[in-house]
């Protein structure tokens, strides 16, 4: 069996940047705080929430929580949401998603300041992303979370990698973000005809559809390292877009489900705080 690429080693590093970094703005006098509006009945989106406050806790970070219930209608999540950016002791404001049916999260995303949108799922951020201006923007967690494992395997620049997902979240930024790193991207997604061929031509397989075991011995090949960013929660447990056990026997390292992009995804996001005070203070221009 290949290795499996844990995150756990690049988590706990990125965690003691973090507690430097927050010390860093307290001594300057900021407490960072992060909100967390939940207008949502999933209970995968709830318990993420909790995960998100348990971490902050521990890196110093403030969070509020703001549950927003049943009867809330767009007009009144769009206008929490701008004041909370508007508020100078939150610093960054993050939507849980997915939304309740009949909520949409573009719209309440984008009622955000850019400098405050942690998620940087917001038309101004996909679009300095999108454009290669990812140094002045804040890049989606997940698809950071992705990138991190890969690189710490294999340098992406100047590789042939395959994001499978089209996904605002993940599948979509990724993409972006690959190609500013310099790799030559095949982008697929659920209409793609003839996935394996496309998939088993490259050197780093990404996927992000949340469709469990969609990646299987067919659409690989000795050599690769697959970065697996499914979460489908359908059966009771978690699992990932890939068949563990089959692909496992063919590529060089794969992350798992759990234990590989998901905890690494929360740390970005706190990340992404922590740049959001920078870009908001002016100190990164
Ligand atoms: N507004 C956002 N919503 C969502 C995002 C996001 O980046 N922004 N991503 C995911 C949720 N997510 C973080 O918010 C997240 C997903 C998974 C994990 C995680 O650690 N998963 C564990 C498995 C946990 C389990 O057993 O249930 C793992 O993979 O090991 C953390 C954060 C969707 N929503």
Redesign the pocket.
Request: charged residues 10%; hydrophobic residues 45%; proline residues 12%.
């Given at each position: 069996m290949a290795p499996v690429l844990t995150?756990k080693e690049l988590v706990e590093g990125a965690r003691r940047e973090i507690v430097a970094h927050v010390a860093e703005e307290k001594q300057a006098g900021r407490v960072p705080c992060m909100a967390v509006v939940v207008a949502t009945d999933d209970s995968?989106?709830l318990?993420?929430?909790r995960?998100?406050d348990r971490i902050a806790k521990e890196l110093g970070i403030e969070v509020r929580i703001e549950v927003l219930d049943a009867s809330t209608t767009q007009a009144a999540l769009n206008q929490r949401m701008e004041a909370l950016s508007n508020d100078p002791m939150v610093h960054g404001v993050?939507?849980?998603?997915?939304l309740r049916r009949g909520l949409d999260?573009n719209i309440a995303i984008n009622c955000l300041a850019p400098q405050k949108d942690i998620?940087g799922?917001s038309d101004f951020n996909v679009a300095r992303v999108a454009v290669g201006n990812e140094e002045v923007a804040i890049a989606?967690?997940?698809p950071q979370?992705c990138i991190a494992p890969a690189e710490s395997e294999t340098k992406v620049a100047g590789k042939l990698v395959t994001v499978i997902g089209r996904g605002r979240?993940?599948g979509r930024p990724l993409a972006h973000m690959l190609i500013n790193r310099g790799a030559t991207v095949i982008h697929c997604h659920s209409g793609t005809s003839d996935l394996p061929s496309l998939t088993s031509q490259c050197d780093i397989l990404f996927t992000a559809t949340g469709r469990a075991g969609l990646v299987g011995a067919a659409h690989v090949r000795a050599g690769q390292v697959v970065v697996d960013a499914g979460?489908d929660?359908s059966s009771g447990?978690?699992l990932?877009d890939v068949d563990a056990e089959a692909v496992g026997h063919v590529v060089k390292a794969y992350t798992?489900?759990?234990?590989?992009?998901?905890?690494?995804?929360?740390v970005?996001?706190f990340k992404n705080l922590l740049k959001a005070i920078a870009l908001q203070t002016g100190s990164e221009q």
């Open positions: 995150s995968a989106a318990s993420y929430a995960v998100k993050l939507l849980e998603l997915p999260a998620d799922l989606p967690a997940t979370a979240t993940v979460t929660y447990k978690v990932g798992p489900v759990p234990g590989g992009v998901g905890p690494l995804t929360t970005f996001l």
